[in-house]
């Protein structure tokens, strides 16, 4: 029997801080959301912020799709760079013209992405 596989990012990134060795991570976990563009063409922009560092960014049509793409982006963020205050590979906070994470950024289904 195949075994169900979770692939959304949301939850990806939930499990991941709630099971780190420091214990649960979570709470430190917090997202910024805003908005451009007319009602009726709305985009979304979502930032994952962990103690304060930008870990990830997505942009979208919803604020969910926009939080998935953030979520995603911040998780591969967290596995390549580790946790900022619980590794020894604390990242600096490079930001781009955007003022986002380099590497780390990309708008979400339908859009043209940037940073990656």
């Known amino acids: 029997m195949a075994q169900l596989v979770d692939e959304d990012p949301r939850r990806q990134l939930n499990d991941y801080?709630?099971?780190h060795?420091?214990?649960?991570?979570?709470?430190l976990l917090s997202w910024e959301v805003s908005r451009?563009?007319?009602?009726?063409?709305a985009i979304f922009h979502v930032t994952a912020r962990?103690?304060?560092?930008?870990?990830?960014?997505?942009?979208?049509?919803?604020?969910?799709?926009?939080?998935r793409v953030a979520a995603g982006f911040a998780l591969r963020y967290l596995r390549d760079v580790g946790?900022?205050?619980?590794?020894a590979g604390e990242a600096s906070n490079a930001s781009t013209s955007q003022g986002h994470s380099q590497?780390?950024?990309?708008?979400?289904?339908?859009f043209n992405t940037f940073n990656s």
């Open 50 to 67: 962990f103690r304060g560092v930008e870990i990830g960014y997505g942009e979208g049509i919803s604020i969910g799709s926009a939080k």
């Open 21 to 27: 060795p420091a214990g649960n991570l979570g709470p």
């Open 83 to 87: 946790v900022p205050g619980f590794s």
């Open 103 to 110: 590497g780390y950024s990309v708008v979400g289904p339908g």
């Open 36 to 41: 451009t563009g007319p009602d009726h063409q």
């Open 17 to 19: 801080l709630q099971g």
